[in-house]
């Protein structure tokens, strides 16, 4: 069973880029509706296929260089790095149905 790990702009590149599983990176802040809508999604979907799949949150407030680097431009933001690859992107509120056939590929 896997948890949400909070990941910052220092420790992106390890736990993210060099991870030997696939990562989804949920890009949120504290004043945006839709991230706290998400949230209980992906800590579900970190419940049921963490063993597979590493997921991980990052504050844009506190972080601000890698959303930069990223071209994350809103919120929330969820990317599916693969051997430190984006191989999906996905902005806005979504359904735990759609971010599950986002993962399919991957798990």
């Given amino acids: 069973m896997g948890s949400v790990a909070e990941v910052t702009d220092s420790t992106f590149d390890e736990v993210v880029l060099q991870s030997s599983k696939p990562v989804l990176v949920d890009y949120w802040a ?8 998400i949230a209980p999604i992906i800590d579900e979907l970190a419940a049921e296929y963490g063993e597979k799949v590493t997921f991980v949150k990052l504050d844009t407030n ?44 991957y798990l």
């Fill in 30 to 37: 504290d004043w945006c509706s839709p991230c706290k809508q």
């Fill in 62 to 105: 506190s972080n601000p260089q890698v959303p930069a680097q990223q071209g994350i431009m809103g919120l929330p933001t969820l990317q599916l790095f693969v051997d430190g690859t984006v191989v999906t992107s996905m902005t806005g509120g979504k359904t735990k149905a759609s971010l599950i056939r986002a993962l399919e590929d």
